[in-house]
């Protein structure tokens, strides 16, 4: 049952878009222990503005709606067997594992769907619906047990009801998302939309296809000023910095309001600020805007703004040449490739510059190995009842190694070495 399980850990992730409008970054931040206060940054990547949102579209759309139906069916089966003391647990369980499946697809879903609630109301149900259930062995008292279990059942359904219709409103939102994506910023689609910038065709997607698009949202920023480039790596901040502070800002500045003259020309804590100035001098700082994401509404907030960021700054997005998916152009606008890292530690974008992969001398590097295997097992086949067999799971085993070449994930070289195995 759940119990033997541990409390997953909160997260954070902490979007930053500087005054350079064309970057942002992305923190993430850990839950130090299990109910610690603290927590700890332990990712930090910068990539071209929208980029983050692009990823986390298709990592989503791509599995996301397949996770959320086998929740339906687990889900489904709990409500209609209330009290099978030895399936609905498992289905609970199983539901419990559907929900940390979706915080695995993207990082923004970690931290957007915090599990901890969740898990209490159902160690909560176990407790009670467990045979023997240790409330029973203390009180004796069956009647008790089972109304407790009931009302427990009850709140785990409930808050399951309530996971499940939030992501199932997220698969049809985000879909949208994605279509809007290529309609607004893909310049190699929709031939009739050719001579409109992006924020026509947006306007133009949204009249036409989805009038909710882009059209509520409440976007918690936060400003701030920091140090160009300082990375917030390992650092730790509490729960409460994160949350921000419930006391309004006006409220706030009242009791920081110092008299500035006073303080520069006075003879009071004149060398610290002092210090602080010739600290900053030499020093570059920007301006900041940042996005903290904590709940399931947050991810909804974010796409609008980041996708209000990407219309806005009239940026084109490309398919890259080598992984297929979109890509925000940083430097020039004939960029082909991509920066995301593939399974062989290079990112497509390196290929532009070494290796381009050449597909033709990928075939006929094939074409000659097929040659000499082909050869071998003529040559042997009187004698061995298996050549015909191990001809053949060798070429199995050569195609799959063509299509690893051809995704970048093997060098020619080692393309080549293999194949002849
Ligand atoms: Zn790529």
Redesign the pocket.
């Known amino acids: 049952m759940i119990s033997r399980k541990s409390k997953p850990v909160d997260y954070y992730v902490r979007l930053v878009y500087s005054n350079s409008f064309t970057r942002e970054s992305m923190e993430i931040y850990r839950q130090k222990a299990r109910d610690a206060e603290e927590f700890v940054c332990i990712e930090q990547d910068q990539l071209p503005a929208g980029q983050h949102m692009i990823e986390f579209l298709s990592a989503t759309n791509r599995t996301l709606p397949g996770i959320v139906a086998e929740m339906k069916r687990s889900f489904g089966f709990v409500l209609d067997n209330t009290f099978d003391h030895h399936l609905v647990p498992v289905y609970i369980e199983k539901l419990f594992d559907l929900c940390l499946e979706v915080r695995k697809i993207h990082p923004w879903w970690a931290a957007s769907l915090p599990l901890g609630q969740l898990w209490k109301n159902i160690n909560d149900y176990s407790f009670y619906s467990i045979h023997p259930s240790p409330y029973l062995i203390e009180t004796y008292d069956e009647v008790d047990r089972l109304l407790n279990e009931e009302t427990c059942w009850r709140t785990v359904v409930d808050s399951l009801q309530s996971v499940i219709s939030r992501l199932d409103a997220y698969i049809h939102c985000l879909k949208s998302f994605e279509d809007a994506l290529t309609f607004c910023l893909d310049k190699s689609t929709l031939e009739p939309l050719s001579g409109l910038s992006t924020l026509q065709r947006a306007f133009v997607f949204q009249s036409f296809f989805d009038d909710l698009l882009l059209n509520s949202s409440n976007v918690k920023l936060t400003l701030h000023l920091q140090e160009t480039g300082s990375s917030p790596l390992g650092t730790t901040v509490t729960r409460t910095h994160l949350h921000g502070s419930d006391e309004s800002y006006l409220q706030a500045t009242e009791n920081k309001n110092m008299d500035f003259n006073s303080i520069f020309y006075g003879s009071q804590a004149i060398g610290e600020i002092r210090d602080l100035v010739s600290m900053v001098e030499g020093k570059k700082v920007e301006m900041g805007v940042s996005i903290i994401l904590q709940s399931p509404d947050d991810i909804y907030m974010v796409c609008s703004y980041s996708f209000f960021r990407l219309l806005c700054s009239n940026v084109r997005i490309k398919r890259?040449r080598?992984?297929g998916?979109y890509?925000v152009p940083l430097n020039r606008s004939d960029e082909q490739?991509?920066c995301?890292m593939q399974k062989n530690g290079k990112r497509?974008r390196d290929l532009d510059y070494s290796d381009k992969i050449d597909t033709d001398k990928l075939l006929s590097i094939y074409r000659t190995a097929y040659k000499t295997h082909n050869a071998r097992k003529q040559r042997t086949k009187k004698n061995n009842i298996n050549a015909e067999e191990k001809f053949k799971s060798w070429i199995v085993f050569a195609k799959q190694l063509l299509e690893h070449a051809k995704a970048g994930e093997l060098s020619i070289e080692e393309y080549s070495e293999l194949i002849r195995k």
Do not use: A, I, P, S
Request: charged content about 20%.
């Open positions: 890259c080598n992984c998916e890509f490739y991509c995301r497509c």
